[in-house]
C-alpha cells in the first residue's frame, strides 16, 4: 500500500513538472532535494495553477512561514498577522486590509492557508490574466457577498482608498464620482454593478487595474534572500 502510494505521489511530481514546463534536469535536481514529499507535491501542483516557477514558491513558503508565526504559530495567518505585515499593528483598523483579508481568505475558515496564500497573491503577478485580476477586484468590492457591487459599498471603497493615499474630497465631490462610475458601469440600469458589467467598465477603463499589478512578485526569490538558505531546489534556475 505505501509503495503504491509513492508511485501515484512520483506520477503526479512528473505530470506537474511537465506542466510547469520544468526540464528533466530541474526535477531531477528538486526531486534529490526533497526533505518533504507532500509539501513538494502541493508546491508542483501550485506551481503548475499559477503565475509562479516552483523556486518562486518556494520563496512564497519562506515568506509565509514567517508571517504565519508572527503571533500564533500554528502555520497559518491569522488576521492580526496579516495586518501586522501590511501595517507593523495587529489591531489597526482598516477597511482594504479587512476586504484583503476576506479575499485571500477562500475557505472562508477566519485564516489563510498557504494554498490561499499563493492562490491569491499569484492574482497580482505580472503575468496573471487581466480576467483573474477584474474579478478578484470585483470580490474586493462586493462587501455583502452577493454578486453585485452596490452604491454603498462603492461609496465605502471609494473613501477607504481616498483615506489610504491621504486625500479628502468634499462630500459632493465624492458624490459625483459615485455617479459617474454608476452610470458608466450600471448598464441595465439597476442602480448596481454585477460582475459582466464590471469586466466591461475595466476594459473601458484600464487604469484602474494598476494596482493589481506588484512588479516585485517577478523577483520574489531576489526579494527574501533568506529563502536561498532553505530552499528544497537550490540548483534550480531561477526565472526572472
Known sequence: MLIEWFDRCAILLIN????????????CCFLKKLRNPSRAIQH???????????????????????????IIEDGRIHKEEFLLALFSNSSMKNLLADRLFDTFDIKK????????????????????????????????YD??????????????????????????LPDDAVEGILNKTILDADLNGDGKIDL????????KNPSILKNMTLPLLRQITQAFPNFVLHTQVRDLEVEV
Open 44 to 70: 508542483a501542483i501550485l506551481a503548475s495553477e499559477t503565475s509562479f516557477s516552483i523556486n518562486e514558491i518556494e520563496a512564497l513558503y519562506d515568506l509565509f512561514e514567517r508571517l504565519s508565526h508572527a
Open 196 to 203: 459582466e458589467e464590471w469586466k466591461t467598465f475595466i476594459t
Open 16 to 27: 506537474t513538472f511537465i506542466m510547469a514546463n520544468m526540464s528533466i534536469k530541474e526535477c
Open 143 to 168: 462587501l455583502k457577498h452577493n454578486g453585485f457591487i452596490e452604491r454603498d459599498e462603492l461609496k465605502e471603497m471609494v473613501l477607504a482608498l481616498l483615506s489610504e493615499m491621504n486625500i479628502h
Open 109 to 140: 475558515n477566519g485564516v489563510i492557508e498557504f494554498d490561499e496564500f499563493v492562490r491569491s497573491l499569484s492574482v497580482f503577478h505580472p503575468d496573471a490574466p487581466e480576467s483573474d485580476k477584474i474579478e478578484f477586484m470585483f470580490r474586493l
